[in-house]
């Protein structure tokens, strides 16, 4: 019988923004290597983790300049002219 599990392996997760670094257990497959606490270990970089996350951090970071509602308007929202048309039907 085939052993078709993954290989569950010290891995070190590097916060990209936060620049916070653990290590952990996990599955994941990955290329790139980092000597933390005089071994080398696996590294994974994340873009997000509890250390910059919003939610978790209890700060609000500004995604964008311009805001996601007012492109949106912007872009997709109705006109006078478009609103006038339609109520005249």
């Known amino acids: 019988m085939a052993n078709t599990d993954p290989t569950y392996r010290p891995v070190v997760f590097r916060d990209k923004s936060a620049?916070?670094?653990?290590?952990?257990r996990s599955t994941v497959q990955t290329d790139?290597?980092?000597e933390f606490d005089g071994a080398t270990?696996?590294?994974v970089d994340v873009e997000i983790s509890s250390?910059?996350?919003?939610?978790w951090t209890g700060r609000?970071?500004?995604?964008d300049t311009e805001g996601r509602v007012e492109r949106f308007q912007r872009r997709?929202?109705?006109?006078?002219?478009?609103?006038?048309?339609r109520n005249a039907r």
Do not use: E, K, N, Q
Not at 76 to 85: A, F, L
């Open 60 to 63: 609000d970071r500004v995604l």
């Open 41 to 43: 270990y696996p590294l």
């Open 32 to 34: 790139a290597t980092i």
């Open 76 to 85: 997709y929202g109705r006109t006078d002219t478009t609103s006038t048309r």
């Open 51 to 55: 250390a910059s996350h919003p939610f």
């Open 19 to 24: 620049g916070l670094t653990f290590r952990t």
